[in-house]
C-alpha cells in the first residue's frame, strides 16, 4: 500500500504523474453515467503502459469458453462486456513533433476527480523542447443529465513560442478486449465517415449484432473565439477522424472541444441509429460545454442530495466514503432493467463486466435507501427477465424442475466456467430470493412480490427441494458437495449457510404463498395454476424445513462453517507470518482449501442476512470464533465484519474492518485496482457506515436505529429514504439527530418508539 492521492472531502488528487500509477489511476479515476463509461485514459497520445477501456453499458459478447479440463455442464460461450469505440482520442502535433505524455518532459501535473460535480480535469506543462513549452487543461465527463453525450475541453496554451499546431480528433472503434480468451476482435466494420468538423464510426459485434454507433464534432476557439478553419477528413476501417491546423501564439489558448454521441441498437432501431446520435450530438452542440457542464453539475447535485454521506473528523474517511457513493453513482442508475452492476462497473475488463450475487446481497440495500422504488426495484426485475434462463440452466445440470441462477451473468446465461463455483456455489440461489425479501420488507411494497417475485421464489424453492438429500438413517435433509460463500474451501457438505438460506427460502415462499392466499385469493388461484403447483410440493417443502440439518459445535456454541470444520488445524490469521499474506498469492491451491482460514464472510453471511432471527450471544459466539479466522480476501468480506462489530459494540473492530473497505481503491489495498475499482464492494462499504455505525436496520417492516460512532469520527451522517419518509440522520459523540424532510414514520432509535412527523427533526442521547 503505498497511497499517492491527496486527501480531500470532495475530489481524488494526484499531484504528480507517476508512469508506474497510471494504470491504477485509470481505474480510480473512471467517469461513467449508468450507460456509458470509460477508465481515466489520456486524450492525447500515451504510448506508455496503459488499459484503454470505454464501456457501453448492456452491449457483450459470448467469447468462446477457454477451459483446460471440459466438464459437461460448463457453458460453451461466455459473456463479457465490450471494449467500445474511443471517442476521447485527439492526436496533438506541434510543429511536427507528436504531444505523447510518455515522451515528453511533463511538470506540475494535476488530475482531479471531480466527485461533487461530475468530471474529471487534469493540468500539465509539457516541454516538447526546453524553449517549446505548453499548458494543458483538459476536462471531460459523460453527461448524467443525457445519458448518450460525452463531452472534452482541451486547452493548448504555448507560454514562450508561436508555432503550428495540428489536431487530429478521432474516433477508433477497432478496439480489442484484453480479457479475449482467443486473442479475437470482437467489432466489425458497420461504416464510417467524416466531413466538415465531425466524424461518425459505427461497429458491429460479430455475434448477437450489438451496434454502436459513435458520432462527434469538433470545434476549434482561441481565447474565446470560434476558429473557422476547415477540417481534412479522415478514414479507415472502423475510423473517423478530423484534422485541423492552427497557429500556435504564445500565451494565447486554443481550446478543443469535443462533443460526442453514442448511441446502441439496444436503445434505438437500427435503422434510425445515424439519426439518433445526430439528435442527440446537435443537441449538445447547441447547449455547449458550459452548459453541459453545468446540467451536469446539477444532475450530481440532485444525486448528492439523495445519497451522500458526511464524516467529520476524519478527512481521509470523508474522501474513501464520498469515492464509493460516487462510483456506485456512476455506475447503476436503475433507469434500465436490462442492466445490472459489474463488479468492476465502468472501471476495467476483469470479471467480465457481468452480474453476480454481489447485487442482491451487498449492492441493493444502497439503492434501496438512496433512490426511489424504481431503481431497486428494476434490479428483482433483472432476475425475474432471466428465469426462463435459471430454469434452463437447472434443467442442463440435470434438475427436472426449478431454477438456478447462474454464478456469472450478462444475459440470463451461465458466464463461468469453475466446475467448484459454476455447479457447487449455489448459495448464489438464496441470495435472489432474500433480495425478494428485503426489498418487500424494506419498502413496504407488495407490487413486485404479486406480479413476478413469488413466481421466483417458487422455482429457487423448486431448486432446494431437488437440491437437498434425505439421509434417510439420520432422518434429516442435508445439502452435499457445495462451495459456499467461503470459496477458500469446495466441495463441502452441510456449509451451514448454504443450509440456512435454503431452509429460509422455502419459509419465506410459504409464507408469502400464505398471505397471497389470504389478501389476494383470485391471484393465488392464478399463480398455483400457471406455475402448477401442487400440494405435494409445498408439504415437501415444510418437510424440509422440519428436518434440515444444521452442524453446531455444541461446546462452542457456534454453527459449523460445514461438517468438518472441526477437523481443520485451527488457528488465527495473527498467528501466520505476514509473508504468508495474502495466501491466494502466497500459498497453493491445495494448501488453502485444507487450511482453516477464511476468504470471506460464510456463517456470519448468514448472521447478516437473517440478523433478526438469532440473539446477540449467538452473533457474539460466531464472530469471536470465525473473524480471527478470516484474511478477507474478498473485497465483499470486511463490510460484512464491520457491521456485525458494530452490532456487538467492537468498536475498534468494526473501525478496523471499516478501514479495509473504505479506501481499497483509493489506497489499492489489494495491489490490483489497476484492473478496474471494486465496485460491488463499494455498496458494502455504504451498508457499514449505514447499517454498521448508523445502525439501520428493518425489523418486520419497522425502521431501527442503533448508532456507535467511532472514536476517530467527531460525527456522520447520511440520507436514506424510507417509505414516504426523507431522514437526515446525524450521530455526533452525544446523541442521534433524525430530520424528517417527507411523509411521517414510525422508528425506533436505541429501541425507544419515536413518531417523526414531516419537517420535525428529535434527538436522542446515546445510551
Ligand atoms: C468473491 C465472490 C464474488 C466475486 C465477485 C469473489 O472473489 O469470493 O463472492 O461474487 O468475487 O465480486
Redesign the pocket.
Known sequence: MNPYLKENSWSIIEESFDPKKHEISESVFSIGNGHMGQRANFEETYSGKSLQGSYMAGVYYPDKTRVGWWKNGYPEYFAKVLNSTNWIGLRIYIDGEELDINKVKITNFVRELNMREGFLKRKFTAYLHEDKGIDIEAVRFVSAADKEIGAVSYQITPFNFNGNLEICSYLDGDIKNTDANYDEKFWEEAAQNAFANRAHVTVRTKKLNFQLCSLMETQIYRDGEKLRISAVPEESSKYAAVNFHADLIQGKTVTIYKYAANVTNRDHEESLLYQAAEEALDKAVTKGFNLLKEEQAEAWKKKWNDSDIVIDGDLSAQQGIRFNIFQLNQTYNGEDARLNIG?KGFTGEK?GGST???TEAYCLPFYLATSDNQTARNLLVYRHNHLGKAKENAAKLGFEKGAFYPMVTMNGEESHNEWEITFEEIHRNGAIAHAIYNFTNYTGNTSYLLDKGVEVLVEISRFWEERVNFVTDKGVYMILGVTG?N?YENNVNNNWYTNRIASWTLEYTLEVLEFIKSEHPQLYREWTGSLALKEKETEKWKDIINRMYYPIEEKKEIFLQQDNFMDKELMHVNELDQKHLPINQNWSWDRILRSCFI??ADVLQGLHFLNHEFDIYTKKRNFDFYEPMTVHE???SPCVHSILACELGYKEKAYEMYLRTARLDLDNYNNDTEDGCHI?SMAGTWMSVVQGFGGMKVIKGVLHFNPLIPDQWDAFSFKVVFRGARLFVHVDKEQITIANEADAAEVFVNSEKVVLEPGRKISISHR
Open positions: 463488479p470479471y453476480y450475487w454481489d460463500p470459496e476468504k470471506q474478498s473485497s465483499l460491488t
